[in-house]
C-alpha cells in the first residue's frame, strides 16, 4: 500500500483518534507529508510508522520530549550519519531501550497484582 491518506484513514489504521493524531502533529511529532488541493492533511506509510511507534511509547510512560527526542534519534539512525554522531545516538537509544525494559517490567508487576485482585473477587462470587 503506498499513496496518500487523508487523517480518517491514519486513525483507522492506527487507532489513534483524529484529535491525537491532530495533536501530535501540533506538538511537532508527526508532520503530515502534504496537504491535497482543498487544504486537507496528507499521510503517507513512513507518516503512519511513526504515529504507530509513538503510540507504543505511551504506555511506557515516556513524556513528549523523550519521544521528540528518540524519533530524532531514529531518523538520524536511518541517514548517512558519520561515526562520532551515530555512536554518541546508539548510546542514548539503547538507554531509551534499557528504560523501556524497565518500564514494561513494572507493568508485569502491576498486571500481576491486578489479576490477583480480579481472582480474589472472582472467588467471592462462587
Known amino acids: 500500500m503506498g ?6 484513514e491514519v ?17 511537532g511529532l508527526v508532520t503530515p507529508s ?3 488541493q482543498g487544504g486537507f492533511r496528507l499521510y503517507t506509510e513512513p507518516d503512519v510508522a511513526r504515529l504507530n511507534l509513538i503510540k507504543r511509547m505511551k ?13 530524532t534519534i531514529l531518523d538520524a539512525l536511518s541517514g548517512a550519519e558519520q561515526e ?4 554518541k545516538h546508539l548510546r542514548r537509544l539503547a538507554e531509551f531501550w ?7 517490567q513494572q507493568l508485569r ?3 500481576r497484582i ?3 485482585f480480579a481472582a480474589t473477587l472472582r472467588s467471592h462470587l462462587r
Not at 499513496?3 to 480518517?8: L, T
Not at 534499557?98 to 514494561?104: G, K, P
Open 59 to 71: 504506555p511506557l510512560g515516556f513524556q513528549l520530549e523523550e519521544m521528540r527526542e528518540l524519533l
Open 11 to 27: 486513525a483507522e489504521r492506527t487507532g489513534l483518534s483524529l484529535r491525537t493524531i491532530r495533536y501530535y502533529e501540533e506538538v
Open 84 to 87: 562520532p554522531e551515530r555512536n
Open 98 to 104: 534499557s528504560s523501556a525494559q524497565e518500564r514494561v
Open 34 to 36: 502534504a496537504r491535497s
Open 109 to 111: 508487576s502491576q498486571l
Open 114 to 116: 491486578a489479576e490477583d
Open 3 to 8: 499513496g496518500r491518506m487523508q487523517i480518517g
